[in-house]
């Protein structure tokens, strides 16, 4: 089947750890996405990569970093610069010509 | 991207008809009506886009005022599994990366 997969599920994170989330897509789409979402709110657009070897900051990039190095992965790392991570983090993915983003499940981040 | 309003929730009994509204009276000419939802602890899943004519899938029916300025999602035969967040989301469609601007949704609750 093909999908965006994003692990782990869970993930915590002690004080001052830097940690990554996955996400893989088999949908050979161009464009990937990284989004953050707090309790009752919508989402928040962290970084963004149209091709490899390329990405963008979003809206709240502070204290995140991203790489690009395969077409079908776009891992996010939650450095210990960002003070407030806890929060349900979602990739993206959208095909070159098209608009139309698809989701993974998500990986909800708590820090202990 | 125009902005978007949606009532905060929503009432329908299973097996109705479920119509969700939008309003978008500063859509301009080039931008399409979009809706996701997203389903409690779990990523936003595409519904159904257009933009000026109606619309139907296998999941949903768009349909887009004459003057564009308001849509109306519709769910047929609304089930339990239907209960989720509602997002009317207004973009232009155009290649390259871009991201989803999330509002509150509506909350649409089925009951049995």
């Known amino acids: 089947d093909g999908g965006i997969t994003q692990s782990p599920k869970y993930l915590f994170r002690k004080e001052g750890q830097n940690v990554t989330l996955s996400c893989e897509q088999n949908?050979?789409?161009?464009?990937m996405y990284w989004y953050r979402q707090d309790p009752g709110q919508g989402l928040r657009l962290i970084y963004y990569?149209?091709?490899?070897?390329?990405?963008q900051k979003g809206d709240i990039a502070e204290g995140y970093s991203v790489s690009r190095e395969k077409k079908e992965s776009f891992p996010l790392t939650v450095t210990s610069a960002q003070k407030n991570p806890t929060a349900f983090y979602l990739c993206?993915?959208?095909?070159?010509?098209?608009?139309?983003?698809?989701f993974g499940p998500g990986t909800r981040l708590l820090v202990l | 991207d125009a902005k978007t309003t949606q009532p905060p929730s929503m009432d329908c009994a299973e097996g109705r008809a479920a119509n969700l509204p939008c309003n978008h009276s500063?859509?301009?000419?080039?931008?399409?009506v979009y809706w996701y939802r997203q389903i409690h602890s779990q990523g936003p899943q595409y519904i159904i886009h257009?933009?000026?004519n109606n619309e139907t899938n296998e999941m949903a029916s768009l349909i887009i005022t004459e003057d564009r300025k308001s849509s109306t999602l519709i769910l047929p035969h609304a089930t339990l599994r239907d209960t989720a967040v509602y997002y009317c989301i207004v973009r232009v469609a155009r290649q390259g990366a871009q991201k989803l601007v999330f509002g509150q949704g509506t909350r649409l609750t089925i009951n049995p």
């Open positions: 257009g933009l000026k």
């Open positions: 990569s149209q091709i490899v070897n390329d990405f």
């Open positions: 500063t859509i301009s000419g080039n931008e399409y």
């Open positions: 993206a993915s959208t095909a070159g010509g098209g608009s139309t983003q698809y």
């Open positions: 949908l050979n789409h161009d464009a």
